[in-house]
């Protein structure tokens, strides 16, 4: 069952224009969301994180957009640069107690120049 | 501050041998965590350790072990290897093991398994 989706596989965006990457959730207890950006061969790399009492999240060119009752979440970037060029994963966990998290199968996003 | 290490980053071995695995976490962290990356299958969660006992874990079989030491670093153990155990291994350790502490991930350990 998996609670966490990013249904998208890939994701091909011009140099400049803006990146939107979606993640949907089943588990209602989720109440604390992450984004993870992850190169070839090496190991993820915290973005970004959103908790449920919030709707958006900004830091420089990363913003995201938290949607409860849709149960829906999404990172945009703008302005999106080749370096941006990457494996995006989406996590959630339940903030009561020491919750595991729980990882969507990643966005492969190309910046094209 | 150092980031996560992991060793070795590179490994092959063969179908029933048993495989260790090595994480060191960032100095101050008592939480680690382990990850199976598969190709399709986005990272699945193995097992976490906090202050040496395990707290959460996933659905794996029993071949897949782990343990934390008073140090805080992890091993973790994989026995009779089978080919679908090639993935890369990640690690990652967070600060008191709060849900809401950011997990700063390893390199990992690509295993291939012949």
């Known amino acids: 069952d998996q609670q966490v989706k990013q249904n998208s596989p890939s994701l091909s965006v011009q140099e400049g224009r803006i990146s939107i990457l979606n993640c949907d959730y089943t588990?209602?207890?989720?109440?604390?969301f992450l984004w993870y950006k992850k190169y070839p061969a090496e190991g993820p790399t915290f973005l970004i994180s959103?908790?449920?009492?919030?709707d958006k999240n900004e830091d420089g060119r990363f913003t995201v957009f938290l949607n409860k009752s849709a149960k829906h979440l999404s990172l945009h970037i703008v302005p999106s640069q080749p370096g941006d060029s990457a494996v995006y994963f989406c996590?959630?966990?339940?903030?009561?107690?020491?919750?595991?998290?729980?990882f969507g199968t990643g966005t492969r996003l190309l910046v094209s120049p | 501050k150092a980031g996560v290490t992991q060793t070795p980053r590179y490994l092959i071995k063969t179908r029933g041998q048993q495989v260790t695995l090595s994480c060191s976490p960032i100095?101050?962290?008592?939480?680690v965590s382990w990850y199976q990356q598969t190709p399709g299958q986005g990272l699945q969660f193995l097992f976490e350790?906090?202050?040496?006992?395990?707290?959460n874990k996933g659905n794996f079989p029993g071949r897949f072990s782990g343990r934390q030491f008073s140090n805080s670093r992890s091993e973790m153990n994989v026995s009779t290897l089978e080919l679908g155990d090639s993935a890369l291994y990640l690690c990652?350790?967070?600060?008191?093991?709060?849900?809401?502490?950011?997990?700063?991930f390893g390199p990992g350990t690509r295993l291939t398994v012949l």
């Open positions: 100095s101050g962290h008592r939480s």
């Open positions: 996590a959630a966990s339940a903030r009561a107690g020491f919750q595991k998290l729980v």
């Open positions: 588990n209602s207890m989720f109440d604390y």
């Open positions: 990652a350790s967070r600060l008191a093991g709060e849900s809401t502490d950011t997990q700063y």
């Open positions: 350790y906090f202050s040496e006992t395990q707290r």
């Open positions: 959103i908790s449920s009492i919030k």
